[in-house]
């Protein structure tokens, strides 16, 4: 009887393991980035869709005038994507101010208005917001947004008063300064 001894193959070498493929790598980025872009507004807010108050008004500084006059002022309540409001209205600034054209304004001299907008929430906490416009004697008209970083969060009912003080400097005359309020502006969430 022969006996054969039976020959043991080698044992494999351990396998290295894979590299990552520079490809997989770069879809991986291309599709992460972009998701987390999406998803951390929404998940930061916890929902898509967000309310938000604007308040437009008219702003009027004139020589001679002690106060300032205010026109035009309204409050309403916009359901708004949480990527408008993250990605345009936080970043362009919740106040907003366009100069309306007269014939010369800054022949009658220079204003500096403040806007100060304070808030009561539902929860009986009040926020405030103010802005600083420097510019000339004339009209300017204001859009303020508030949304959830501004106080505006729960649902019920928000009493906002706007105050406007200015400090007119007109080239023929004393320096003036005024303010005005405009206090109980309703709006529901």
Not at 83 to 103: H, K, L, M, Q, W
Not at 121 to 130: F, H, N, R, Y
């Amino acid at each position: 009887m022969s006996s054969k001894k039976s020959k043991s193959k080698p044992s494999p070498e351990p396998k290295t393991p894979r590299r990552l493929n520079k490809k997989a790598l770069i879809v991986l980025l291309i599709v992460a980035v972009p998701s987390s872009l999406l998803l951390t507004p929404a998940v930061y807010y916890g929902s898509f869709t967000l309310h938000v108050a604007r308040i437009m008004l008219d702003e009027t500084t004139s020589t001679g005038q002690t106060t300032v006059a205010i026109s035009g002022i309204t409050a309403n309540v916009e359901a708004r994507s949480v990527y408008d409001y993250t990605y345009s209205i936080e970043t362009g600034g919740i106040f907003r101010t366009t100069v309306i054209p007269t014939a010369s304004p800054t022949i009658l001299g220079s204003a500096v208005v403040t806007i100060k907008v304070s808030i009561a929430a539902p929860s009986l906490q009040t926020v405030s917001s103010t802005t600083t416009i420097n510019g000339g004697i004339g009209t300017r008209s204001h859009t303020i947004y508030l949304g959830p970083n501004e106080g505006v969060r729960a649902s019920g009912l928000y009493i906002a008063t706007v105050t406007i003080t200015a400090f007119v400097n007109p080239l023929n005359g004393p320096p003036q300064n005024g303010s005005i309020q405009y206090p109980s502006l309703l709006f529901f969430v």
